[in-house]
């Protein structure tokens, strides 16, 4: 029933929100790609760390060209997770694409993740750490 519900809610956003562009530049997929890769390795509870906020949104302008930008694709990334979710999300902030996207980097990641933790959430951990989406502790 919860699938079912977000299924509905992103095929109405889709239909009655505003149109917009299919695909995503190549800076907003670098950057969503990294963004999802980091909190995967935290949803899997990798030992050792943490969300870097600051340096994130840092990282996002660099790519992005603005904090703005930075924050946008952030806030699209979680309507995503909330649409997939069932839980309320702004639809204002959702992006198809987005939500695609982040859900293939998810499964891949994730994937890599349970297969084999011990080797996968040090590198996408410290691959993490490296860019600024995360720290350790």
Do not use: H
Request: glycine share 6%; aromatic share 8%.
């Amino acid at each position: 029933m919860k699938f079912k519900l977000s299924v509905v809610a992103m095929f109405a956003t889709m239909v009655s929100g505003p149109l917009r562009a299919a695909t995503l530049s190549d800076a907003e997929a670098a950057f969503l790609d990294q963004l999802v890769t980091a909190s995967v390795v935290l949803e899997q509870r990798c030992d050792g760390y943490e969300v870097d906020g600051s340096r994130s949104v840092q990282l996002g302008a660099r790519l992005l060209g603005s904090p703005e930008a930075a924050m946008a694709m952030i806030d699209a990334y979680a309507a995503a997770i909330n649409a997939r979710d069932g839980e309320s999300y702004d639809p204002r902030k959702f992006r198809p694409e987005v939500a695609e996207a982040a859900t293939r980097t998810f499964r891949r990641v994730r994937t890599d993740l349970i297969r084999n933790p011990k080797g996968a959430c040090p590198d996408y951990g410290d691959a993490s750490v490296d860019r600024g989406l995360l720290r350790r502790y």
